[in-house]
Nanobody, 118 residues
Framework: QVQLVESGGGLVQAGGSLRLSCAAS????????MGWYRQAPGKQREFVAV???????NYADSVKGRFTISRDNAKGTVYLQMNSLKPEDTAVYYC????????????WGQGTQVTVSS
């Protein structure tokens, strides 16, 4: 099992920046990748960014050039640096970790609120 705890959300004005952090604990050696998703009010959860072990990062088109994902594998942490924030980035952001074992197994954090005011 893997447990995830996010931090770093908050309220920021449009054009500002925030950095989200997510700390993993438990069987972190089994993680094959970590990433971020978000869910805005009344919408489905959507992919934001992912960083697989030893693989290239991938971003949603809506955040390319503004968000940067990074990991500290030794600490089992993943970060999301968010710059040039827009009101449409307002959502609950969820940390995700996954491993492949007879299919994909996903683990989720509790979420952290990001609110961007115009």
């Amino acid at each position: 099992q893997v447990q995830l705890v996010e931090s770093g959300g908050g309220l920021v004005q449009a054009g500002g920046s925030l950095r989200l952090s997510c700390a993993a604990s438990g069987s972190i050696f089994s993680i094959n990748g970590m990433g971020w998703y978000r869910q805005a009010p009344g919408k489905q959860r959507e992919f934001v960014a992912v960083m697989p072990n030893g693989g290239s990062t991938n971003y949603a088109d809506s955040v390319k050039g503004r968000f940067t994902i990074s990991r500290d594998n030794a600490k089992g942490t993943v970060y999301l640096q968010m710059n040039s924030l827009k009101p449409e980035d307002t959502a609950v952001y969820y940390c995700n970790a996954y491993r492949w074992a007879r299919g994909r197994n996903d683990y989720w954090g509790q979420g952290t609120q990001v609110t961007v005011s115009s």
